[in-house]
């Protein structure tokens, strides 16, 4: 993938999650990886309305050298940590949405209350410990809470969101919304009744298997 097409996507992804009331403001941030190298990142305190590809910023995943004199996103470190840790990811959604950041203040993992959740993401959602933003604690227990899953929750903060190419990354997203929504409202209606959560595990594999022909390195 050229590094011009991946700036190009990750603005106007960038853009989607606005338009979709997943981010406020500036809150929140989107890399895509291009290379086993490099990656690219939406910079740091600009607002997404009118974000330019040109703006994204291109940074090593190895050594945090950046391209350029645009100040990338304060939470690289974030992305760069799971591109190495993760070989089959290619794109990573934070987020400050407005559900999962409500079950994030609980600390509470996600159960497996909804089926397209528990295919797409995985049989729980885990809660990060809380630790100050793009410190090493925090990323460590982003990872280990990813382990297994595409999303996390991160305790007190928001949540993240990984994918193959960045539209599953954005759909984990979406769906991420719609289950923790789904959760907060059924606890309210006299409580969740989960999925069994082997069977959840199983959907998820299957859901990786499925699409991981179609889902060979980036669109
Ligand atoms: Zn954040």
């Not at 992804?13 to 809150?27: D, F, H, S, Y």
């Not at 004199?69 to 992305?79: A, V, Y």
């Not at 630790?131 to 382990?147: F, N, P, V």
Request: proline share 3%.
């Amino acid at each position: 993938m050229e590094i011009q097409e991946a700036k190009q996507m990750v603005c106007e992804a960038g853009k989607r999650l606005l338009a979709e009331g997943l981010a406020a403001g500036t809150w929140g941030n989107i890399s895509l990886r291009v290379d086993p190298e490099t990656m690219v990142i939406t910079p740091s305190g600009r607002d997404y309305e009118d974000l330019k590809p040109e703006e994204m910023v291109e940074v090593n995943i190895l050594t945090h050298e950046i391209k350029g004199n645009i100040k990338p996103s304060n939470e690289l470190g974030m992305h760069s940590a799971i591109y190495r840790d993760r070989k089959e990811i290619n794109a990573v959604i934070h987020t400050h949405q407005q559900c999962a950041s409500t079950v994030a203040a609980t600390r509470r993992e996600v159960p497996p209350v909804l089926d397209d959740m528990a295919q797409l993401i995985g049989p729980t959602v885990r809660v990060a410990d809380y630790a100050r933003s793009s410190s090493k604690k925090i990323i460590r227990g982003t990872l280990k809470a990813l382990k297994g899953r595409l999303a996390a929750l991160l305790a007190n903060h928001g949540a993240v969101c990984i994918g193959r190419d960045l539209d599953e990354a954005f759909v984990v997203s979406q769906v991420l919304e719609k289950a923790c929504r789904t959760f907060i409202e059924a606890e309210f209606l006299g409580g969740a009744k989960s999925i069994n959560k082997v069977e959840a595990y199983l959907m998820h594999q299957y859901y990786l298997n499925k699409y991981s022909k179609q889902k060979k390195g980036n669109r």
